[in-house]
């Protein structure tokens, strides 16, 4: 325990001592002090601003290497090394302009964006008030309004009557939904709540979760459970099944269609093989993406459910991406069925633009997460209204409450807005695609995700043509073509696509190297876009072209 | 799809436009809107300020329903129902009121607290700049940040040389520790390791997280897992024993000796008769605990670490509660052993002071989560820094920016201040209950939890001389008037202390309810707590006092 303390080069003048203490535990209250508090928040919320309007700001992985040489000294120094001001003024000066401008219209990389900046507001609020959402005697009212924000979600997903939500918005035995951290955890507690419910307790047995998955199998004499989902499906899922004992070996990717939508002749077929295989296997869920991770894509739910209804197997949908689609009347068709799934993950940090983290998980069945409860002695008691008795995690920030207010001050028809906009613009910049010659549209946006890559004419008249080899060969050029583009232009810092790579055909040997764009950013318009296609046709022209031969 | 919308009662000059969206989403720029900013957070700020002055403020069951029954609406609107000012005025003057105050002094009943002010404007920062860790692309310097802050509390709790540091500080390969959701996560990510460590890929087998529990038994001939954990183990491991597809009845809980500390010796008679019972059972961790949830009692841990070496077995302490006493010269003793952990969960948002949600947890070697990595084509690609690929969620938000900012302006010495008012200001807070003669103390605190209960000196006579059955009839009568006290003091509003049921004497049939007091703010002095007993003998005497007879 006698750790050797270097103190390092650090203002000599700061201690720690009760003085300094009591100044940072109470909310200053003097004028002079308010006016400090002003002065910071005033630079925090403008010289983020300032630096959010300039750069993009992923530069190269070296100077990546060269900075991170910066932030090598793990010593803790036993005095205050910074004031607070300090401190502020250091995060806007010199760590800010090396983080990552997310909310730049020119970012349409990746499912992070500009978040409306009443967000930022209502998360102070949250941390101030510090309110803990795991049991009631740390949260009391915000408890009651998780409750309703909820069920307001959930009657946008369910439809079901104002009769069922009158009994079931505020009842402690009711869970209409849970707020978990992103959609990862939200898709672990369907998978977890789905496995259990397929194992419950019966006679001599104590069910899954308290004798283990080798005690549940020879229970119901059942020896493999599988989960069906497109190959689009998103790796949490993998990461879920993993977790929960069953082995990711048992998620099974199914072939897609032409539009990147699940092909449901395939998940049949497999069902069928599956079950001749093997008859002792369990489907433990079928699984539908409202709005792929790569793609964007959306699987036929309606389809989907009807299977999950025959085979009696849990029906989830991961619509952590899509789901905010049904706040517009114009586009909300595009998942339908979403209504008859049994769970639906769905991203509060995604679509809804709301602070990371933020995932909820939405049931059909309010006692669905009954399963999964667990209790404890000094909170969570049974009966209890403790949010936390049917969470995956335990202390736990109140989002709900930022939802609660952003869908006040934006309305269904505010965030409709940004859904319609999304999806406009990505039909936009797909046509724009079309017209260039340098670009072939890889896959067509259905909401608001596209993927594109750099395929001159020469080109794609050589693969039309090639045999087998000969379009893998060509492939392979084209991959690093495009894998250089993205990595020349993510450095110039103008702005940013990401890369992905797709197979093609449903062959896990034949896959292509594909930029892809998520249009989420209200500020992102179609001129922004033909701007950052622009810039990738002279980066190509200047520094690739030779690499095509 | 054919959402029947009803509008409901809201200001009827509210529409959902462009210019509403564009208001809500650029920062405002102009000399007006940046007048009005700044009065919304003064408004937070001080508002929220003389809320958290007055009141604990959690008041009667009764009354949460009646309140609930002001949260039944279940229809989004579709046009805005209220202006961003409204929200955060009603949050301020409608909402905030029936939350509660776990800032007050008077709060000593949970691990829920004040937090410094600064703390508030760092989470601010945090989601203006909204950047995503679960990928450099999405935060750059932040992931660098991380990487070096986790470094830094290792280098606390693990004491390593600093040319182990100079290696992993900054190594994409070296994963000295995650920063997660919470205690419970870090903890299920721990057992999640120490699972797939105990089954990992041979010939023939491809690992425990691809095939899955039953495949990984028979491939190494094992029948049945256990983790080893004293009784006062936190409820959390239960749970991801059960995740995990282990079963949770295979947490066995030890007895605990008469400090509440772990029983050597039943430790290891209950190794050696699980091993009696079935030479094929694995023990897959032996777990400490610093700073039991319940009692604040700390297990013998180097013992623990000896005995888990001896068995070749996973040794985890969780440190949710007190980790930061490391940063104590004084009492750091108290958690000797913790460095010969092989993982380590501390919590952020309890005495780091940190805004929820944060907990981390901390691998003595760096290699440990290699077993639970996951990539995806489009992220967390093999090789990349992306912080993503070892940790149980996907995206999240920068919290290690926060504790980073936080060790620099409160610096150990800070910290350490904290630790030892806790500790010092309970063990005075026993002295005088043991003073007192209505109270009889329970479990005398080590770190700064204690709990203690009404018994009055003529039941404590009739307890000394009573036999098991008349004792267990004495204590249920004590059990009513302990539940009720905490209760009317709780609905009071002035003051709140939690109340748990302890097992005594290792007898799972003989319990009592406890009053539960953790006293972390630093405004808790040993005056207000001598107010909190007066208020409960006032109580007592003047409601209780017959039901004892």
């Not at 900046?117 to 803990?132: C, E, G, S």
């Not at 497999?270 to 008859?279: C, G, M, Y």
């Not at 008795?389 to 939802?403: F, H, Q």
Request: charged share 25%; hydrophobic share 40%.
């Amino acid at each position: 325990m006698n750790k050797k303390t270097v103190i390092p080069q650090n203002q000599p003048d700061l201690v720690a001592d009760w003085d300094t203490l009591f100044r940072v535990f109470i909310r200053p209250e003097g004028q002079a002090s308010r006016a400090t508090l002003i002065k910071y928040m005033d630079r925090i919320l403008y010289g983020l601003n300032n630096f959010l309007k300039t750069h993009v700001g992923i530069t190269e992985e070296v100077s990546l290497k060269e900075l991170s040489k910066n932030f090598t000294d793990t010593i803790i120094s036993d005095n205050p090394k910074r004031k607070l001001a300090d401190v502020i003024t250091c995060l806007i000066k010199e760590i800010a302009p090396y983080a990552v401008n997310v909310a730049s219209p020119y970012f349409v990389g990746h499912m992070t964006s500009a978040i409306p900046f009443f967000m930022v507001h209502l998360k102070t609020i949250i941390a101030a008030l510090n309110q803990n959402v795991v049991k009631l005697e740390t949260s009391k009212v915000v408890s009651v309004i998780e409750k309703q924000v909820i069920a307001k979600i959930h009657r946008m997903i369910y439809e079901q009557s104002e009769d069922f939500y009158q009994k079931h918005v505020q009842n402690t035995d009711s869970t209409l939904g849970v707020f978990v951290e992103g959609g990862t955890t939200a898709n672990l507690t369907a998978m977890w709540a789905a496995r259990n419910a397929k194992f419950p307790p019966k006679d001599g047995f104590k069910g899954i979760e308290s004798e283990g998955i080798v005690a549940a199998y020879n229970a119901y004499d059942i020896e493999r459970c599988v989960i069906l989902v497109s190959r689009l499906g998103h790796y949490s899922l993998r990461k879920s099944i993993g977790i929960l004992g069953i082995g990711n070996q048992n998620v099974i990717p199914l072939k897609t269609d032409q539009n990147n939508r699940v092909d449901i002749e395939a998940l049949k077929q497999t069902i069928t093989r599956l079950k001749k295989e093997n008859s002792k296997t369990c489907i433990l869920a079928i699984i539908g993406i409202a709005g792929a991770t790569e793609t964007g894509t959306v699987d036929p739910l309606e389809k989907l459910a009807e299977i999950s209804v025959a085979h009696n197997t849990h029906f989830h949908v991961d619509a952590a991406w899509g789901g905010p689609t049904l706040f517009s009347k114009k586009y909300n068709y595009l998942l339908k069925g979403i209504k008859l799934a049994d769970s639906v993950t769905v991203d509060g940090h995604k679509q809804f633009y709301m602070p990371m983290s933020c995932g909820m998980l939405y049931l059909k069945n309010p006692k669905t997460l009954d399963v999964i409860a667990y209790h404890a002695n000094y909170v969570n008691r049974r009966g209890a209204v403790d949010l936390g008795i049917k969470t995956l995690s335990g202390s736990r920030e109140a989002n709900s409450l930022i939802l609660d207010c952003a869908l006040k001050i934006m309305g269904a028809k505010g965030y409709a807005l940004l859904i319609d906009h999304g999806i406009e613009t990505a039909a936009a910049f797909a046509k724009e695609i079309k017209k260039r010659k340098l670009f072939e549209l890889v896959t067509p946006p259905v909401l608001n995700i596209l993927t594109y890559r750099v395929c001159p004419p020469s080109i794609q008249k050589k693969l039309e043509k090639a045999n087998e080899e000969k379009r893998r060969k060509i492939n392979e050029n084209l991959n690093i073509v495009n894998r250089k583009l993205q990595q020349i232009q993510r450095e110039a810092g103008h702005s940013f696509v990401s890369r992905t790579t797709l197979v093609q055909d449903n062959n896990q040997d034949d896959t292509i190297v594909v930029l892809r764009s998520v249009i989420m950013n209200p500020m992102t318009t179609l001129a922004i876009l033909n701007e950052v296609l622009d810039e990738q046709e002279e980066i190509f022209k200047t520094q690739l072209k030779d690499l095509l031969g």
